[in-house]
């Protein structure tokens, strides 16, 4: 692939710095490797970006003014107090798992 | 091995959760959760921790003039107070009566909401008062308030740049690299069509047809959106079928046209294969079901906003749209990558939405219950509009509306007022003071710098262009010359 080549050598003269020439001189197909190497697994980064929005947005299904989304998340709001928090901390465990240490 | 900041994210995050199972151990049924939710999705999340380090270098950056606007309020407290001693004004209408009184109407009069409210007692005494509020506006709202715009906007910017060529390079590069093989595939499934897809392709990508489809999505809209006398529901449905058979025809040809994970890529394309697809089936669906979804299908009309704003757009900004992607060879100093606005509005907007969000548990956990529809007798007794009930921390939703309220500022001291008078304390103000300096002036700012940034580095890239024109021009009329020159001799 010669287009990364492309990108990398305009930087290369924006910074018209020696070591910043090498470090940024590589090919695309190297760099596209090296950085999925250091990227977590396509499936566990969505499932956590996921549990983050729901453990951020939960509160406000917990409570809805009314209307007809309220009778959908009508479930959330007649969790016990008890039992709702334990899902939260559930919901952080599992979040604080998926981004540290998969 | 971990880096110290992942190691401090990681440090927090357990703490929070400790605290909310320790919390929902020892007594249970307190919503700690509220106030460490913002700080757990920032430690939990890579943007939006890199979106907080913004927030607070725009802070850190900004201390001095947040220390300089306080000692205006103090200032004019001072003189405030040696001016406006002898007014005798009553009590409800004189502000200059203590010092907590005095500063939380400067501030407010600071974000102009009181303004000329709360002078017109004293105007009414002496007009030459109105000097004191003028020069109070000219210090902390003309000057002081811009400058810490200015000053975030060179943070801001300082920020991104530094983000864009170490932590961030990879990614743009990434993106950059995603798009020239996007277009590289598209080319080659230009070149395996068939005669007959290429002749479909130039069809609907021919100026007449895209111009023939503009006129056809405008009179789409307004049919439906104006419902024209003399025609019944069915007569606009038939038309709106119709019309969305007639739009489709480009859709499906680029859609079929075009491989799979091509179509796919191309965001608008999918959007109008939704719209297409979706307006037929509820159009049939009514069609065949008798009316009964009649009131469904004039929102369909509003999906439509998008294809008529789209051309519009494209013309109005089309030398922006060009810089965008330009690569200049003869500027150094700046990165040559496509330009990705939206991105960046988002990462912004997040920013604000985590400080809502840490403001908002904090409300809910102080102020739930405090209003309700019984809160009106109340609010009427005291001078203040009865209405100002649905402005409350009841719900994590309704705090969010409360403090978009706030964020706009206008009538802000109003509200504030409504929770004053319910709580009895004027140290209630104390939590939208901290909202107003911590909110509206630092990640607020950030959002509005966002966008000044936005348009000037397309500027920028702009006047790149130009420049490097002008020097791949020089360059070929010296060759040129050169060529002539040898030519003569």
Redesign the interface.
Known sequence: MTFGRHVLTISQQSNGNNMEEERLTVSSTSFLEETAEKQQPVRTRWLSRLLLVAFVLLPIFRKLPGGDLRNCTAFIAELPNTVYCWIEVVLVALIILLRHYV | MRSRT?LI??II??V??SS??L??IVV??I?L??VL?AP??VC??HTLFHMIQVYFKVLMRNLRYYVLMWMSIVLFWAAGDVLFSGYDLPNSENFFKSFFEVVWNLLVLQSTANFPDVGLPFLAKNIACILYFMMFLFCNTIIISNVIIANSYNAYKEHTETYE?TEG??KV??G??RK??KK?MEAEAIKKMSAASRFLREIVNSTFYRLTQWVLNIVLFFVVSYHPSGLFPNGILLIMFVLTVMLSFSTLVLVFTMPIRLTIRRPFLMYDLLVVVMTLVVDIFILAENNRFNYIYPYFALLRIPHILKPVLQYLFKDELASLQY?N?GV??????QYKFTPRIIRVFLTLFIIM?QFSGIG?LLYEGLITEQSRSVLETAGLNPDYVFVNF?????S?ITLFALLIVNNWNSIVASFVVLTGTRLTRLYFMLFYMFGVLVAYTIVVTCIIESVVSLAERKKAQIYGQQEVRKSHSAKIKEKMVKAVR
Request: proline content about 6%; glycine content about 6%; hydrophobic content about 45%.
């Open positions: 992942q994210r990681l995050s357990v929070s959760l909310i199972t919390i929902n249970s049924g919503p959760g509220l939710r757990i999705a939990c999340s060529l390079l990879p590069l990434l950059v690299l020239k093989e590289m690569t060879p150094k100093g700046s990165i040559e990558v969000l809910v009841n719900s994590t939703l309704n969010f």
